[in-house]
């Protein structure tokens, strides 16, 4: 039994592949490093550099190294990106996903656990979102997300197919051991961008509209800690190997922090008053988006241990220090 773990390489799959290991568990990464780095997956784990969307590959490391399960976490994660390059996004995180199913189908890959978003939702407003919200999408990232979620019902009714879909609402932080942390170049994510701004890597950081209908007028978005993410993983790969049936569940701590909140965190931690600058709204931005998390906490019985946004920014700040040999 082992588990292949896409794009295991990057920020989310780097921490999926350190607790699979922690729990016993025999990884095969497969990542093309468009985006991920070599030295992120440790010694000893088989890392092949290629792409999941191609059938012949992929078949021929199921039947390898014998994988009972996949956890599909290699995708484009940029929303304004997604959006000046849709169709880059529906090849990568649609296309190509379709292509990983189908070999999941034939080579009889019966658990299947994929990294989708609260970009399903769209514009929700501030009450925070349970999974029968209804869908509505504003970009094309979530749009080419929740088309997979839709081949994975359909695929499970049609084969011998189960499936967790986690929706990811804002990952952050890093290993709390310092084993992994996010790496990612030109990142654009609030917290990274933040904590390079108190490091003095970049000139300082825009906020994208403070003309939302929040409290403070700029987005409110749910911070979930990259460790407590993966662990809703582990919990999912247990149920599906103990026969559970399909679900789908939100991944976040149920609290939403605005823009301005988390730079506020994020210069106390730091100690570091660095410029911040008021800008237009960022395209494909929906206003506010919190999760309900019941689901995930009931079927999985997953348990968050790191629900803390000072102690995430502090992994952050400690991470983004070692990456560039700043360690005391
Ligand atoms: N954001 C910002 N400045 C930045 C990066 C992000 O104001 O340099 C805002 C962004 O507009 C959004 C929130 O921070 O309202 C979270 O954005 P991020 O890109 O981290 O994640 P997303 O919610 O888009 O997945």
Same mark, same amino acid.
């Given at each position: 039994?082992?588990?292949?773990?896409?794009?295991?390489?990057?920020y989310?799959?780097?921490?999926?592949?350190?607790?699979? +290991?922690?729990?016993?568990?025999?990884?095969?990464?497969?990542?093309?490093?468009?985006?991920?780095?070599?030295?992120?997956?440790?010694?000893?784990?088989?890392?092949?550099?290629g792409?999941?969307?191609?059938?012949?590959?992929?078949?021929?490391?199921?039947?390898?190294?014998?994988?009972? %399960?996949?956890?599909?976490?290699?995708?484009?994660?940029?929303?304004?990106?997604? &959006?000046?390059?849709?169709?880059?996004?529906? =090849? !990568?995180?649609?296309?190509?996903?379709?292509?990983?199913?189908?070999?999941?189908?034939?080579t009889?890959?019966?658990?299947?656990?994929?990294?989708?978003? #609260?970009a399903?939702?769209? !514009?929700?407003?501030?009450?925070?979102?349970?999974?029968? @919200?209804?869908?509505?999408?504003?970009?094309?990232?979530?749009?080419?997300?929740?088309?997979?979620?839709?081949?994975?019902?359909?695929?499970?009714?049609? *084969?011998? =197919?189960?499936?967790?879909?986690?929706?990811?609402?804002? &990952?952050?932080? %890093?290993?709390?051991?310092?084993?992994?942390?996010?790496? @990612?170049?030109?990142?654009?994510?609030?917290?990274k961008?933040?904590?390079?701004?108190?490091?003095?890597?970049?000139?300082?950081? !825009?906020?994208?509209?403070?003309?939302?209908?929040?409290?403070?007028?700029?987005?409110?978005?749910?911070?979930?800690?990259?460790?407590?993410? &993966?662990?809703a *993983?582990?919990?999912?790969?247990?149920?599906?190997?103990?026969?559970?049936?399909?679900?789908?569940? !939100?991944c976040?701590?149920?609290?939403?922090?605005?823009?301005?909140?988390?730079v506020?965190?994020?210069?106390?931690?730091?100690?570091?008053?660095?410029?911040?600058?008021?800008?237009?709204?960022?395209?494909?931005?929906? #206003?506010?988006?919190?999760?309900?998390?019941? +689901?995930?906490?009931?079927?999985?019985?997953?348990?968050?241990?790191?629900?803390?946004?000072?102690?995430? &920014?502090?992994?952050?700040?400690?991470?983004?220090?070692?990456?560039?040999?700043?360690?005391?």
């Open positions: 039994m082992a588990v292949l773990v896409t794009g295991g390489a990057g989310i799959g780097s921490h999926m592949v350190l607790d699979l +290991l922690d729990a016993g568990e025999t990884v095969v990464v497969l990542d093309d490093l468009s985006t991920g780095f070599r030295g992120a997956v440790p010694a000893g784990v088989t890392l092949i550099e792409d999941f969307g191609d059938e012949a590959l992929v078949t021929r490391l199921v039947e390898q190294h014998g994988i009972d %399960a996949i956890a599909h976490f290699a995708a484009k994660i940029v929303v304004p990106e997604s &959006v000046s390059d849709p169709l880059g996004y529906y =090849l !990568n995180n649609t296309a190509k996903a379709r292509n990983l199913i189908a070999v999941a189908v034939a009889g890959v019966r658990h299947f656990i994929f990294s989708s978003t #609260a399903v939702y769209g !514009n929700v407003g501030s009450d925070a979102v349970s999974e029968d @919200t209804p869908l509505a999408p504003v970009s094309p990232y979530g749009r080419s997300k929740l088309m997979v979620e839709w081949m994975l019902a359909d695929t499970a009714v049609a *084969h011998d =197919l189960r499936y967790v879909v986690l929706r990811y609402f804002n &990952v952050a932080g %890093a290993d709390p051991q310092g084993r992994a942390g996010q790496s @990612t170049r030109d990142a654009t994510h609030l917290i961008v933040a904590v390079q701004a108190a490091l003095g890597r970049r000139a300082g950081l !825009n906020i994208f509209g403070n003309d939302y209908p929040t409290p403070d007028g700029t987005c409110l978005r749910d911070y979930i800690q990259v460790s407590d993410l &993966v662990r *993983h582990i919990d999912a790969l247990r149920y599906l190997r103990a026969g559970g049936e399909p679900l789908t569940c !939100n976040g701590y149920a609290k939403g922090f605005s823009v301005r909140e988390v506020d965190v994020v210069k106390t931690v730091s100690g570091v008053d660095f410029p911040v600058t008021m800008s237009p709204r960022r395209p494909g931005d929906p #206003a506010a988006i919190v999760a309900r998390n019941d +689901l995930v906490r009931e079927r999985l019985g997953w348990q968050p241990q790191h629900d803390d946004l000072h102690a995430i &920014v502090a992994q952050a700040l400690a991470w983004e220090r070692r990456l560039h040999n700043q360690e005391p």
